[in-house]
């Protein structure tokens, strides 16, 4: 069984541009959920899809967003790029059983803004 | 004061000692607890999940929840320099969300 796929695994951009990340959950699962890894504050949580709709949403500026799409694929977005967005974006897929259920991570696109 | 406290490390040990990873939490809603190994560069790996108080063994692995103290405690036995890693845990309060919250994170090494 294929495990979660993120691509790209590496990007680098300036400052002020745009970037799309894009997320390919387990076959089956239907929610995703977004993370931003940094050495200062750890992980910290983006959002969350499920059946195509945001669930939650974390302490972020409105530059990031995101969207899921009918097979369940989710992609995230940062506008306006800066130095500070710098960070390893993680993705995690779960099949949201009755009682709760893992969440499995993906390898990770780690952007670099310059 | 961060919602989950874990102690950063590192923390060195030799091949073959049991070693225990701890974190504390301040918030009592807080049911599910997990625990995930991360290697340089990779991404998260789930090791233990958890629901409410107790424990949880898989292979040499075991988990502890003690929601009285909001407390919990992964223990790894017989360990192996491949197990050094960083271990991070999380929790989060609802079932079927996946807004977790996450220690900082603890960088084991294993010395052989």
């Known amino acids: 069984k294929a495990g979660v796929t993120q691509t790209p695994r590496y990007l680098i951009k300036t400052r002020g541009q745009q970037v799309t990340l894009s997320c390919s959950p387990i076959s089956g699962h239907r929610s995703v959920s977004w993370y931003q890894q940094t050495p200062g504050q750890g992980l910290q949580f983006l959002f969350e899809y499920f059946s195509e709709t945001q669930r939650n949403k974390g302490n972020f500026p409105g530059r990031f967003s995101g969207r899921q799409f009918s097979n369940s694929r989710s992609e995230m977005n940062v506008s306006t790029l800066e130095l500070g967005d710098s960070a390893l974006y993680l993705c995690?897929?779960?099949?949201?059983?009755?009682?709760?259920?893992?969440?499995?991570f993906g390898q990770g696109t780690r952007l670099t803004v310059v | 004061q961060k919602e989950v406290e874990q102690d950063p490390g590192p923390l060195s040990v030799p091949e073959g000692a049991i070693v225990s990873l701890n974190c504390t939490y301040s918030n009592s809603a807080f049911q599910y607890f997990m625990w995930y190994r991360q290697y340089s560069r990779k991404g998260p790996e789930l090791l233990m999940y958890?629901?409410?108080?107790g424990n949880k063994e898989d292979g040499r692995f075991t988990a502890q929840v003690d929601k009285s103290s909001k407390y919990i405690s992964l223990f790894i036995r017989d360990s192996q320099p491949s197990d050094s890693a960083t271990y991070l845990c999380?929790?989060?309060?609802?079932?079927?969300?996946?807004?977790?919250?996450f220690g900082t994170g603890t960088r084991l090494k294993v010395l052989a």
């Open positions: 958890t629901y409410s108080s």
């Open positions: 995690a897929s779960s099949s949201v059983l009755p009682g709760g259920s893992e969440a499995f």
């Open positions: 999380a929790m989060s309060g609802t079932s079927g969300t996946y807004k977790y919250i």
